[in-house]
Structure formats: C-alpha cells, structure tokens
C-alpha cells in the first residue's frame, strides 16, 4: 500500500498517547537539565575563579560520547529501550542527587564535580541512541518526522526556559536547591515510562553479537551514499557553522559592544528561529537529502549575511532566519535518518549520529576562536558558514555522481508494519491466500527472499517498532 503524503499536523504526533506522556515528561527533565547546567557552571566558578575549570566540566561531559559513543548504540539495540531509559533516568537522578548533597553540605571539591560530570556523560553515550531509537517504537515510521521535530521543539524550549528559571532560583535557593529540583524532575520521567506499553519485542528476535558490534553501525552507513551525503552535511556544519557560543559572544562584545544584556537578545532571536523552523519542519512527511542539503545551504549563506551587518539591529534580524534553517537542517537529519534505518540496527546508527552532531565542537571552536582573533570578528563567522556551504554542495555533487552509476536501491527503509499500533485507526488485514491454477486447495503468499544485507529490517524481527 503506498504511503500517504499528506503533511501532519504540527503536533500530530502527541495524538499518540504514550509518545504524548514521553513528550510531556521528557520537556520537565529537559528543563531540569538545563537549570542543572547553569548551576553547574556558577558552582564551579564561584569555587575557581577559573574560566579554565568551567570548561572542563563542561568538556567532560562530552569525553564520553567521543571515546565510546559507538558503544551506547549497541546497548539500544542488544537490550529493551524502555528498560535502558529506566536505567539511565535513574542514573541521571543519583548523579543530581550526589551534586545536591556534597553542595549543601559544604563538601564538593573540584574533582568530585569532575568526575560526576564525566559520569554524566556516560550515562548520555547510552541514553540518547536509546531514546532517539524508542520514538519510532512510540509513534512509528508515518508520524516519525513529526515526532522528530517535536523532540527538538522539547530540547530548544527547554533551553530557552531552564536558563531563565535557573537564575531566579539559583539567587533565592542557590545552587544546592537546584540541583535538587532537577532530582526530582528525574522522577516524572520515570513515573511517564513506567506508564508507556511500547510493543514488545517478538520471541527469537536477534541481538547484535559483541563481536565488531561497535563498529557495524559505521559499515551500514559506509554502505549506503545516501546517509554517507546526510552525515557529512551534518557533521561539517555542526563542526565549521555550529559555533555561536564564541562567535555570538565574540560579536556582543569585540563588534557591537552591547555586553551581557545584547548577548541574551542574540540568543533569544535565534531561538525564536529555531522553535519557528521547528514548528514548520515537524509538518513534512517525508524529508529527502535535498531537504538536508537546501537547509544547509540556507543555514549557511543566512549566517555569512549576519557576519556583515553593519549594526546590531540588523545583525538581530538576520538570526531569525539563520536559527529557522538550522532547524529545517537539523529535523530533517534526525527524520530522515530514522525513517531509512533497519530496527536492528537502528541504535547503533543513532549513535554515529550522536557522536558527529557532537564531536566537532572540540574542532570547530577553536579553528573558528584562531580565524576570529587573526583575521576579525567577522571573518571567522563568515567563513566557517562558507566552508560548511562549500562542503554541503560538494557532498551534494558526490552524491548525484553515486547515484549515475549502477547499484542496487536503497531497500532497508523501515517497513510499514514496523509501525506502533494507532488505537484510533483500523487494524490493516493480512493479504488474501493466492489460488493455484493447478490445485484445488489456497495457497499462503510466497515468501519473500531473505535480503542480503544482514541488518535489513526483514532480514531480523523487529517487533513491530522502530524509531
């Protein structure tokens, strides 16, 4: 049966009940999370008087996912994803637990922050595939774009809202109270997945051997040119154009010398473009690798246009736009990703996805940091977007060149039956017995010959869910 291309509702996936409770859950403990972040930073810094010792504990927590990301996608496809977020919520509770009671008590040197940040980004290398994986298992392929966006919708509010309510608290409560409130937070979330009836996985299905397990997500997508192309816009732009830490504070202060207060206002014009780009890209039904690489190229040229604004209001004007394309490249990556993996091997894939969305930060900030100071403020935003606009229209070019020559389709699209069940919809009826013309009695359909490819979802029970 052909899929339908109408476009979803904006919030067309919170019509599903349990993906409605994840949502919901899921933008508290994104909250907390982020109130928890600011803290963290003030603790440290109260305690130091070092910008150096911020930053390793903010390095830290992304140490992880660079050293053993890989690994965490194994887990999401070797064990059940519920299970893995139940233990990983847990794990998130007593690290923030730990952090509120050294705090309060007056006992948290600088190493024990350090190592409970670094534990914190252990716990992220195997809770992100898996929770990016259990979506589809809530909402399944059809509601998956929308789904998506809605996820980043959750992450960009909170960032907008955890911040704002982290400063008032952190002035009435300190930043021993909250710590504790982000604990708690933990306990919504695991209250919301003790509620959810995901499918179940079916009796006999397969789980990934340990054996060169870390590395088969890398050769499923070394084997398709399409994720090739989406990886490689993704991760040069997140590691050349992806810097707005320094370069929007290098602009408030060194260009426009609007100090703290015009920094916040760059931060919030761009968030207001990204939840904008958000609302309108959860309403594509299906984004292709054009999608990508158009936003890419949006994104880019809309960054090097603010690089040389001659003032602040223009400047400011020109965020919108650029922070509406991140989000229209950003979903349709994260969409577009999911709807083509096989369920067997779908963690593993969305871990190589965590690591390139992450791992360019250590490069790119500094590269862009070294251009700015040499060559000016402007020149080293301006050619970090230009070198991810290059870079996403040579990939571009690469691909239409795979695609001239002979190789077989792309077939590891999920399945429709690898859909959650919608309770408001009619069940779909098992296909009619053929008729031999040479015997009397009905005959079952033909099996279907098993795929060479042993991560093809018809290849490996799935269970009915994919993310």
Known sequence: MPKSTARPGVFAALRVRDYRIYWSTGLISNTGTAMQGVALDWFVLNLTHSGTAVGWAAGLQFAPVLAFGLWGGVLADRYDRRTLLLWAQSLYALQALLL?????????????????SFALGCVFTVENPARLSFVTELVG??????????????????????PAVAGVLITLIGTGGVFAVNSVSFAVVLVGLLTIRPQPRPAGSERPPWAGAGVAG????????ELIAVFAVFGLVSTLALNFSTTL??????????????????STALSIGTIAGTLVATRRASPKVRTVVTGAVLFGLCEVLAAFMPTYVTFLAL??????MLMTLNTAVSAFVQSEVGNAVRGRVMAVYTVISMGGAPIGGPVIGWVSQHAGVRWGMASGAGAAVLAALAVALWLSRQRTGARPPLHDRAPDHDRAPDHDRAPVQDPAPVRDR???VLLPPAPV??????????????GGTTP
């Open 100 to 116: 509120t009671v050294t705090v309060l008590s007056g006992n948290a040197p600088l190493w024990l922050v350090y190592v409970l």
């Open 141 to 162: 392929t059809s509601l998956i774009t929308n789904a998506a966006g809605l996820n980043i919708l959750s992450l960009n509010a909170a960032r907008l809202i955890g």
């Open 218 to 225: 890398l050769r499923y997508v070394a084997a398709r040119p």
């Open 249 to 266: 504070t290098l602009f408030a202060g060194r260009v426009f010398d609007v100090g703290s207060r015009g920094l916040g206002l760059m």
């Open 319 to 324: 965020l919108l736009p650029a922070g509406f």
């Open 438 to 440: 040479e015997a009397p």
């Open 449 to 462: 010959p098993t795929p060479a490819d042993p991560y093809a979802p018809d290849s490996t029970p799935t």
